[in-house]
């Protein structure tokens, strides 16, 4: 773990992104790189604007994640320019003057109207290669995201620096304190709304501040992969309760997925920590070197086989593999690229120059296909489900024989089982960011 101060950090993670940009700049031909933060989205017929998103590009150069109209510039050899929005407006407050230990390496130029925004552009805006979402076009400045550019940021993006790595251990520790609260709420009989609330409290983000909306699954509702309902109401029973929720910090994300059972004596218990000890294994495959479609496939063999060891599938984990009777009990990739994103971008990225590493056929919902490289921060996330409309399928594909019934409909009342860590590539051992945050919270 680096305890390195996070204006060092900040200072070797700018020079990586100064490095990138101009190599992106040089293979698309462009002098300037030119990156709106974004803008508010109004609701159809309506003044309500929809949570603001910042651009990915934008945060991945400052920690500023609420700061619509701003801009930022870099050109190859000089210091990069902030064009930061800080508007005379009493309906709302209004961001503050840029500060923290990044902000030295910026020229600042303060706005007071997003237009002013065109005064401290390039020129001319035919050199500008423009990163972000059509919306935050402004005047000529319309952004065109050119594949040459935008292909090789968002490859090389899949490798984290340290002060990358340090931003989503903070973001993990502030997940993990969420995660024991929403514990203790769920042993106390809180409903899913309430156990939701307890996680925002303790974690203290809300849902607009949150990576992704939590995924709080009391009993049979933990087999709806994503299940976002949040129940207002406890059920009279809770057996089991199924938490994929993370947090943020400075922009980027933790996703933590746990699973717990009501009876810590009982079967359901058992499975959860067989799922657990196959896990830590798959975790262990994070290494330099390691196809991830192979940690997918070899995931699928572990979960049949605990499928088998607890009387639920009769076939072997090969044969379960082969026939897709797997996929109907884990039906969803083995996890993601993590970073600025939850679902980090370029998953499927051959190159930085461009083109697709294809998934495994019959694996549709795998969203990372890559060769893991040191610094790739990646989440591996198995699951176990029990899916009445994946069971059918199994039935109607002619595999019923190979599932015990009996033994399904014993587990069907508890839905599912997910365990969730982000684990760093390194040059060695992987680093398992989850862990070491329930370990230090501990
Ligand atoms: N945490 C939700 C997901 O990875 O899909
Ligand atoms: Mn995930």
Known sequence: MSATAPAILYRQHLDVLEQRATAALERGGFDHLVVPSGTLHYQAFDDRDYPYA????????????????????FTPGRRPT?????????????????GGYWVEHFDVRIIRTAEEALQHLPQPVARCAIVGEPQ??????????????????HYHR????????????????????????????????????????AYCQAARQDANELPYGNIVALNEHGAVLHYTELGRLPPQDSRSFLIDAGA????????????????????????????????????????????YKRIHLDAHLALAGILREFGVLRMSPEAALETGVSSAFFPHGIGHGIGLQVHDVAGFAASDGGGTIDKPAGHPYLRLTRVLEPGMVVTIEPGIYFIDMLLDEVRKNGHGDAVDWNRVETFRPYGGI???????????????LTREGFAAAA
């Open 82 to 98: 902030l064009v930061y929005l800080q508007p005379f407006d009493y309906w709302h407050v209004v961001p503050e003057a840029p």
């Open 418 to 432: 997910r365990i969730e860590d982000d684990v760093v590539c390194t040059g060695d051992a992987p680093e398992n």
């Open 136 to 153: 935050s076009a402004l005047g000529d400045y319309v952004p065109d995201n050119p594949a040459a550019v935008v292909d090789y940021l």
């Open 248 to 291: 943020s910090h400075g922009g980027y994300a933790c996703d933590i997925t746990r699973t717990h059972a009501a009876d810590t004596a009982g079967e359901f218990q058992a499975m959860i920590e067989a799922v657990d000890a196959a896990q830590l294994k798959m975790c262990d495959q994070v290494r330099a070197g390691t196809d």
């Open 158 to 197: 899949a490798f984290k620096t340290p002060y990358e790595v340090a931003m989503m251990r903070e973001a993990t520790l502030r997940g993990v304190r969420g995660h024991h609260a929403a514990e203790r709420a769920f042993r106390a009989g809180a409903s899913e709304f309430g156990i939701h609330l």
């Open 54 to 73: 910042v651009n990915p590009h934008f945060k991945a150069w400052a920690p500023l994640t609420r700061n619509p109209g701003s801009w930022l510039v």
